[in-house]
């Protein structure tokens, strides 16, 4: 951590806003009068960074910050930290009951780049607020707050903690210093490793005891197993291909004997077709058969020519039949004119008997009407009667009536009227019957004379015992050559049966020829060429037939002869081949090779290429296997190694032990390196020491001989060189990232000649440009050796600060 600007405003004795540039200085002082405001200067970096002071006693106490007459204040430090900028503010207000609170703490990752007056606002990351800005500040620094106030700033009157220190808070110091705690982790981490390695040299060991098998001796056994197999596949080769050889024989002679078998079962299925002995008895009937039924139809056929001529002869039977037809209509016709005439007659006299009744119907009608108009005028005059008057004008007459006449009372009018109706209805059904008896009296007339001209218009009449003497004649005619076609019919279905019976045998017999033909050809390609079939003349199928079969008989006496000479050449030939596939077979054995009893050579060859293949790839199982071994037992070797290892250094880190022993080194090479700044700072007198009981650091007192005695008893003065020369090893030996130290007074305890070592001893270090250094110092022999000075006075309006020098 080395500061590079710090701004404070009502922070302790400030009350105005003030802000200290360090950026361009190393080597620093801070000077002026007592009580101006140069340790709070010092304290405002520790506020900033920590939220505490070392002179206010108990860390979270921050009242102490304000001037009771102060409402609110505000520190703020630009600071690099492991080449990063950084700024961090906190600013405090007094509240109503005059507590004091943090109002607003932050810190931020700033724009190293920027320049320092715009620092604050060149953000480059906002990093932690309020409570969690102590922990950033710690994270960023590395630096607790108990390290810082220790190493890094020693604060006024406090310089001599570090040496005056109990052994177990100078360890828990070095502890933090060293980051030794990554010890524990690494103890922590040892014993997880050598574990894991543990387990791994027992799995690699379990993995060794299954390959246990793989010796030495295992391998040169399958290696000369496997050379002894290579040797025997070389010359197999050879053997297998006489088992071929054999093999080829036994073929051959399976051929020969099948081929014979197969002429004997041909030779013994030979078999004469049972028609043939009497197919030629049947040829000849059947040709005879067709022959006298071809006579029988030539005999039937003239027969039937002649009956047919006598019928023609007795020509069309149309004629003779129109001609009874004729006969028969003029019969017919006579008949009807005859009933016409007599119907005619008939119909004239019933009109002659007619015309008198209707006379005397018309006569009767007229007197009716007479009757009836004299009855009118009757009725007409006796009721003109009644109306006439004696003086009066007859009606009739027209002269005066001197008289009324008398008339009898006549007859009913009505009954006229009836006799009137009566009689017209008699005239009038006499003259329609008159009327109808005329007309059916003309029509018969008419129809009898139509008849009588049809009958005159016919031809001559024939004779009709004539006509049907010669239908009679035809009729028998055609009876007698249906009758001969018939017979001719017959006769012809005879013939074509008997020829196709012919046809028939004459097929069978081909057939026979056929059969004869084939089957001596096929015994002619089975037969040895010393005997082959007897040939074929085609004159007699019988003959032909008995010739094979007795030849049939010779060559299956024959065959059976050479079948049984067949089997005999088989056996041998398999016996041979048994015989040398056994001993091969033997051989294999000793090998290891196991095959089927029968096996083909092709199989033998198989099992001895597999064998091989097999002992090729179990010696190569068992190098594979030995050269795992090999990597295993190193495995095994590594894991135990590195298991031991990992429980030496767990056990090397057990309970702290290393810690304390490295802490324990570090405060030796710390108090050896303090020792000589001490001589140097004492002009010889003085080198620390370790107090070997108590751990507590000593001081070796050359001025008494080089006596040890406790720290606590040296002078002031004494103090504050020798913490001085601690804090200076501190800062520059032991730790990291101490890039600047902060002494708060002291000096004034030291005479002029060590004020002087001190002095070259500060300029020494500075001028390395490894740290930054500030000095708070009222001495001003020092004073005016430093190059930079700050200087700060305070008046009543609170301190203030100004750079002076360089
Ligand atoms: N919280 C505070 N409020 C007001 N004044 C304070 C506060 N703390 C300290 N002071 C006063 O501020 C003044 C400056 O104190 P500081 O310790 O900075 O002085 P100094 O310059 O270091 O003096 P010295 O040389 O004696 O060590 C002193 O008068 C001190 O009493
Ligand atoms: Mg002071």
């Not at 197993?225 to 080829?248: H, S």
């Not at 890039?739 to 000649?753: K, V």
């Amino acid at each position: 951590m080395r500061p590079l600007l710090l701004h404070l405003d009502h922070f302790g004795s400030f009350r105005e806003p003030a802000t200290v540039d360090f950026s361009d200085t190393e080597y620093f002082a801070l000077v002026g009068p007592t009580g101006a405001g140069k340790s709070t200067i010092i304290d405002a970096i520790c506020f900033a960074l920590y939220g505490t002071v070392p002179r206010w006693g108990k860390e979270n106490v921050i009242a102490h910050a304000l001037a009771p007459s102060a409402g609110s204040g505000k520190v703020a430090l630009v600071f690099e930290s492991d080449r990063r900028r950084y700024g961090v503010v906190r600013s405090l207000v007094r509240d109503a009951k005059g507590t004091v609170r943090t109002k607003e703490a932050r810190i931020d990752e700033l724009d190293p780049a920027a320049p320092l007056d715009v620092a604050y606002e060149m953000v480059l990351k906002s990093l932690a607020e309020g409570e969690h800005v102590t922990p950033e500040v710690q994270r960023v620094t590395g630096l607790e707050y108990k390290f810082f106030t220790q190493c890094v700033v020693l604060p006024q009157g406090r310089f001599a903690e570090f040496l005056h220190a109990a052994p177990r808070e100078r360890q828990d110091l070095l502890v933090q210093l060293l980051d030794a705690d990554v010890y524990e982790l690494i103890r922590q981490r040892a014993a997880r490793d050598e574990e894991a390695a543990r387990s791994a040299a027992a799995f690699a060991r379990d993995q060794l005891a299954k390959l246990a098998g793989a010796s030495d001796e295992a391998e040169r056994e399958l290696a000369d197993g496997l050379a002894a197999l290579r040797r025997l596949a070389g010359t197999l080769d050879t053997d297998l291909d006489l088992l071929r050889a054999r093999e080829a024989d036994i073929g051959r002679a399976e051929q020969e004997r099948a081929s014979v078998a197969e002429r004997q079962s041909a030779l013994a299925a030979l078999r004469m077709p049972p028609a043939v002995p009497t197919l030629a008895s049947a040829r000849r009937e059947a040709a005879d058969a067709v022959a006298a039924l071809g006579a029988e139809v030539a005999t039937l056929e003239a027969d039937e020519h002649e009956a047919f001529e006598a019928l023609a002869a007795l020509g069309d039977r149309a004629e003779p039949v129109a001609a009874l037809a004729a006969l028969d209509a003029r019969e017919r016709l006579t008949a009807q004119a005859a009933a016409a005439r007599a119907a005619a007659a008939e119909a004239a006299a019933s009109l002659e008997r007619l015309v008198p009744k209707v006379a005397e119907a018309e006569h009767a009608l007229t007197e009716a009407e007479h009757e009836r108009e004299r009855l009118r005028d009757a009725h007409a005059a006796a009721a003109l009667t009644h109306r006439l008057a004696v003086g009066e004008p007859c009606p009739l007459c027209l002269r005066p009536l001197s008289e009324l006449p008398h008339h009898e009372r006549p007859a009913d009018l009505g009954a006229a009227d009836r006799a009137l109706a009566a009689a017209r209805d008699r005239a009038g059904r006499g003259r329609a019957a008159l009327t109808k008896a005329e007309t059916s009296a003309s029509m018969l007339a008419a129809q009898a004379t139509r008849l009588d001209t049809d009958l005159a218009a016919l031809p001559a009449p024939g004779d009709r015992i004539e006509i049907e003497g010669r239908l009679a004649a035809i009729a028998k005619a055609e009876a007698l050559a249906t009758e001969a076609r018939t017979a001719v019919r017959g006769a012809r279905g005879k013939l074509e049966r008997a020829r196709a019976a012919a046809e028939q045998v004459e097929r069978q017999a081909e057939s026979a020829w056929q059969t004869l033909g084939s089957t001596r050809d096929r015994l002619l390609v089975l037969a040895p060429s010393d005997d082959p079939p007897p040939p074929l003349t085609r004159d007699d199928l019988h003959h032909a037939w008995s010739e094979l079969l007795g030849w049939r008989d010779r060559a299956a006496e024959a065959a059976r002869a050479a079948l049984t000479e067949r089997e005999r050449e088989l056996a041998q030939a398999t016996a041979r081949l048994a015989a040398e596939r056994h001993k091969l077979t033997e051989r294999l054995a000793e090998h290891g090779v196991t095959v089927p009893r029968n096996a083909t050579p092709d199989q033998l060859g198989a099992a001895v290429a597999g064998a091989v293949a097999r002992a090729d790839g179990a010696l190569e199982r068992v190098r594979e296997e030995r050269r795992r071994a090999a990597d295993l037992e190193k495995v095994v070797a590594e894991k135990e190694h590195e298991a031991k290892v990992a429980h030496e250094l767990a056990l090397r880190l057990r309970a702290n032990a290393f810690e304390r022993w490295l802490c324990a080194e570090a405060l030796a090479v710390l108090v050896a390196t303090a020792s000589e700044t001490l001589m140097e700072l004492s002009d010889g007198q003085y080198e620390l020491a370790l107090g070997e009981r108590t751990g507590d650091i000593e001081v070796i007192d050359h001025g008494e001989a080089g006596l040890r005695r406790s720290a606590r008893t040296l002078s002031g003065g004494e103090t504050f060189q020798a913490a001085l020369s601690l804090a200076l090893a501190l800062s520059g030996a032991v730790a990291r990232g101490l890039d600047s130290i902060f002494l708060d007074e002291g000096f004034g305890t030291l005479d002029p000649a060590t004020l002087d070592t001190v002095a070259t001893t500060l300029e020494r270090l500075a001028a390395g440009q490894e740290r930054m250094i500030g000095v708070v110092t009222h001495v001003p022999a020092l004073a005016d050796r430093v190059p930079a000075r700050f200087e700060v006075l305070r008046d009543a309006k609170g301190s203030h600060v100004r750079k002076v020098g360089p």
